[in-house]
């Protein structure tokens, strides 16, 4: 039996092949590699998506998050408060310029960063928040700026897995995940819901001022060729990327929608498994479900677990097995019940826009049998 994917990039690209041909094709014909047309019409289109941020399209999501720092004029030893419970880049990023990671908890159902944990971090010292939308809802945004406005913090917002996905705030406005912070950084490496066929990332910003030293940041910190006024580093989605990007942009809510009701069939069909914990609905944002994460129940040998599904060519991932705090880079002491939890509990399955009923029903009746 074929063994199932757990992103299937081939079923997806099948589907659109003379868009993408056609706009790389477009690219090799102009030569125009770096910051050609396609760049320039990409962030556009993204901008217009997001409800008129500034997007400046950058290398990677990584880079997105160093330079939105280097942006905000953050100085060694700053601190800045972000979740335990997540991709390492996040941290690794802060710790690069000599900012302070200050690690929290996060919330035990939607995963995301415990606004009240935030709040016992804050200290005089405190620059930044960085929440990350993580597995594709948003964090609690709305308390979570209330605090930062409070204490004068800046928000940058981690939307890598994110994208498209919805929030809604208490009055009833609804915004785009990475359009409500100071700052959102977004990746678009290619199993990210919006993936290019490399690496590459963007900033978001409504702030003009602020669009424009990010730019200038991003291109060796020029803003008129060849005389630096900052420094910078160099950071740029290549127009080939680009290209990639405007095509499948246009399919980004299908992809988000096709993979949501993948996540409705796993959780209807897992809903009543005593030993698994579907995962749980934020009440204000909607979900993108870039990964699909089930929690095993206490007892549950998740090894055993693998074991069972890898035989049956089914691939699970275990995002994320060890907390930020107990990596060697990144050690420091603290109690975090939750993220520690979940580190050893959490496995995600197959998750990606073109999982078909078939597929979809061999992966539930692999797990069901363990
Ligand atoms: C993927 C990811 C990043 C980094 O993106 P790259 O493009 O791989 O540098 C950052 N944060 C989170 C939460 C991610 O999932």
């Known amino acids: 039996m074929q063994a199932v994917p757990m992103v299937d990039l081939k079923a997806q690209y099948a589907l659109i092949k003379s868009e993408i041909d056609n706009g790389i094709q477009e690219v090799m014909d102009s030569m125009a590699f770096i910051n050609g047309p396609a760049v320039k019409a990409f962030q556009t289109e993204l901008s217009h998506y997001l409800g008129g941020a500034e997007v400046i399209a950058c290398a990677n999501g990584t880079d997105a998050l160093q330079i939105a720092m280097m942006a905000l004029g953050l100085q060694p030893g700053d601190e800045v408060i972000t979740a335990n419970f997540t991709y390492v880049a996040t941290a690794e990023v802060i710790a690069l310029l000599q900012l302070k990671p200050v690690l929290v908890d996060v919330d035990p159902h939607t995963f995301n960063i415990d606004v009240a944990a935030v709040e016992k971090a804050i200290t005089p010292r405190t620059k930044a928040i960085v929440p990350v939308h993580l597995f594709g809802q948003c964090a609690d945004m709305a308390p979570l700026l209330a605090l930062a406005e409070k204490h004068q913090l800046y928000v940058i917002e981690d939307t890598a897995q994110a994208i498209g996905a919805d929030y809604t705030f208490p ?79 246009p399919h980004l809510d299908r992809y988000n929608a096709s993979r949501a009701a993948a996540a409705a069939y796993y959780t209807e069909a897992f809903n009543k498994v005593s030993w698994l914990t579907t995962p749980r609905l934020a009440a204000n944002s909607t979900h993108v479900f870039h990964q699909y994460t089930l929690q095993l129940g206490e007892g549950v040998d998740r090894e055993a677990f693998r074991a069972h599904l890898t035989a049956l060519g089914i691939p699970c991932m275990i995002y994320y097995p060890v907390p930020l705090h107990e990596q060697k880079a990144y050690a420091q002491h603290g109690h975090y019940p939750v993220t520690e939890a979940l580190c050893k509990s959490v496995v995600s399955l197959p998750m990606h826009s073109e999982l078909g009923e078939e597929t979809l029903a061999r992966i539930v009746e692999g797990v069901r049998a363990f």
């Open 171 to 249: 009055d009833g406005r609804v915004a785009k995940a990475g359009t409500m912070g100071t700052i959102g950084c977004t990746s678009f490496f290619p199993s990210k819901n919006l993936g290019c066929y490399g690496d590459g990332g963007a900033i978001f910003t409504r702030d003009a001022v602020l669009a424009n030293k990010i730019r200038m940041i991003a291109n060796h910190g020029q803003s008129v060729q060849y005389y630096h006024d900052e420094v910078g580093v160099n950071s740029r989605l290549d127009s080939i990327q680009a290209a990639i990007l405007r095509a499948k942009l």
